[in-house]
């Protein structure tokens, strides 16, 4: 028999932490939970986690500072967080996107767009990319870039690698796929997120400028992820396939 996935719920109101984690656990996942982030630290030491359920307002330690922990951390740096945030509150879902948040819900919310949302991440984290066929290629090479596709690792022309979070990985694959080709922001949100574009939704946005500071680019004259107004952005360069970095 297959093993559940497992769903860490991080968040301070023990009455939504019952809740979520009995509605996921009828709904075939092994639901553990954390009322702050020294408990979600702890169930991570002891547990191996495919997706954690984030809240924003904490009372030790807030969401963001936790999601930018975590991708810091190279033995949890893949997990997955969906992000729980306050109605209105734009600026706390942009800046958790930056601090490496896979996906936003805003609260209040029905249990059923959560479950959807899960199992959204969690096919896209272990799909692969659009039009990527198997094959041995582990790496590819651009402007003197090289992105592993095995370790999710990232490494600079003089040598230094750093881990992706899971939507900075998203985005460079798809960007790596389809070189020097303009793809809008509906296209990329669907793409990334699994999801239309809401209005004035600038997750997408925010993800370019982030990987634009990995790929140390500029973001007044980028170099490598251009801008083309009123379209969206394209990579401009030239993608190799190798078996491996150097």
């Known amino acids: 028999m297959e093993k ?7 968040d301070d109101d023990p009455e939504i932490r019952r809740l979520l984690a009995d509605y996921l656990a009828r709904n075939g996942f092994d639901a553990l939970a954390a009322r702050d982030g020294r408990e979600m630290w702890q169930l991570l030491e002891r547990h191996v986690v495919d997706l954690i359920v984030l809240d924003l307002m ?3 330690t807030d969401g963001l500072t936790l999601c930018r922990d975590l991708r810091a951390k190279s033995a949890q740096s893949g997990i997955p967080v969906l992000m729980l945030t306050a109605r209105g509150e734009e600026t706390d879902r942009i800046v958790g996107i930056e601090m490496g948040a896979d996906d936003y819900l805003v609260k209040p919310f029905n249990p059923r767009e959560l479950l959807a949302r899960i199992k959204s991440i969690l096919r896209r984290t272990r799909s692969l990319p659009p039009n990527l066929r198997p094959e041995p290629t582990r790496c590819l090479s651009f402007s003197g870039w090289c992105l592993d596709t095995a370790a999710r690792l990232l490494t600079s022309p003089d040598g230094v ?12 694959r798809i960007l790596l796929d389809h070189p020097n080709r303009v793809l809008n922001r509906d296209q990329l949100t669907e793409m990334i997120q699994g999801r239309e574009a809401e209005p004035y939704d600038r997750a ?8 634009r500071q990995r790929l140390h680019d ?29």
């Open 218 to 246: 500029d973001s007044r004259e980028p170099r490598l992820i251009k801008t083309v107004r009123g379209e969206g952005y394209v990579l401009a360069s030239t993608v190799e396939a190798r078996a491996a970095c150097h």
């Open 161 to 172: 690698a750093t881990p992706l979070s899971g939507g900075e990985y998203r985005l460079l």
């Open 204 to 211: 997408i946005d925010v993800q370019v400028s982030r990987l």
């Open 4 to 10: 559940p996935d497992s769903i860490l719920i991080v």
């Open 58 to 60: 904490l009372p030790d």
